[in-house]
C-alpha cells in the first residue's frame, strides 16, 4: 500500500471532498465504541485521534488508502449517544452526518460498530432503523472483543444474531483494536471483506 492520509476533517457538509470514483466506507456507531480506533488498524497508522472520554470525533474525517489493490476511503462519524451532550450539540450532529448519510453518492457501505460486550443498544437499533429509511447497506463489526474471553466469542455472536434482530450485509466480524501483544483480531479479515464488497459492487454497475 502506498500509506494512507487523511484528506480532510469536515464540520460541515460544503467541505466534504469531491466525490470523484472512489468508494465509501463509513463507520458509525456510539461515542467510544472504537470507531477511530478501529479505522487506525485498518490503516495501521495513527492518524485519527482516539479519546479516553466520549465526544472524541466532533468532525467527519475522509482517510484515503487501499486494501487489496482497491481504492477507497474510510469515512469517520462523529459518535452519537453521548449523554452529557447538550442539546444544539446532539442537534449539529444529526445535521452533519444526516446531510452525508442522506446525499452522498459513493457511500457504498456503512459498518456499525457495537460494543462486543454490550450487543445493539436501543440507540443502536435506531441508529439501524435511520440508516435503512435512507436505503443504506449496513455492516456489523463487532468491537472490543479482547474485553470477552475468546472462547466465548462464538456463543455471544450467535446469541446477538438469534435475538436483537440486527441488520447486517453480512456474518458480522468479531474485532479488536487493541494493540498490545497478541489482541489485535479480525482487521485483516475486515479489510478484505470491504475489498471484496467494493469489488461485487462495481461489478454489479
Ligand atoms: N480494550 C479495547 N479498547 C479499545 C478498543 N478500541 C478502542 N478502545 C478504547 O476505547 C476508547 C474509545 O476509542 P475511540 O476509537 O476514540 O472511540 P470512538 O468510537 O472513535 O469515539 P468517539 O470519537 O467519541 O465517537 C479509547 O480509550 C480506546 O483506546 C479495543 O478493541 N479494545
Ligand atoms: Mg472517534
Not at 79 to 95: D, I, P, Q, V
Request: overall charge positive.
Amino acid at each position: 500500500m502506498a500509506g494512507a492520509f487523511i484528506e480532510a476533517s469536515c464540520f460541515n457538509a460544503a467541505k466534504f471532498p469531491a466525490e470523484s470514483e472512489l468508494p465509501e466506507i463509513a463507520f458509525a456507531g456510539r461515542s467510544n465504541v472504537g470507531k477511530s480506533s478501529l479505522i487506525n488498524a485498518l490503516l495501521n497508522a495513527k492518524l485519527a485521534h482516539v479519546g479516553g472520554t466520549p465526544g472524541k470525533t466532533r468532525s467527519i474525517n475522509f482517510y484515503k488508502t487501499e486494501f487489496n489493490d482497491v481504492k477507497l476511503r474510510l469515512v469517520d462519524l462523529p459518535g452519537y449517544g453521548y449523554a452529557s451532550r447538550s442539546k444544539s450539540e446532539r442537534s449539529e450532529w444529526l445535521k452533519l452526518v444526516s446531510a452525508y448519510i442522506a446525499q452522498r453518492k459513493n457511500l457504498i457501505l456503512t459498518c456499525h460498530l457495537v460494543d462486543f460486550r454490550h450487543g445493539l443498544l436501543a440507540n443502536d437499533k435506531e441508529l439501524q432503523e435511520w440508516l435503512n429509511s435512507y436505503k443504506r447497506d449496513i455492516f456489523v463489526v463487532f468491537t472490543k472483543a479482547d474485553k470477552i474471553p475468546k472462547g466465548k466469542w462464538r456463543s455471544t455472536m450467535q446469541n446477538y444474531i438469534m435475538t436483537q434482530g440486527l441488520y447486517s450485509v453480512n456474518v458480522p466480524i468479531i474485532t479488536s483494536s487493541e494493540n498490545s501483544s497478541g489482541k489485535r483480531a479480525g482487521i485483516d479479515e475486515l479489510k478484505n471483506f470491504l475489498a471484496e464488497f467494493i469489488k461485487s459492487k462495481q461489478q454489479a454497475n
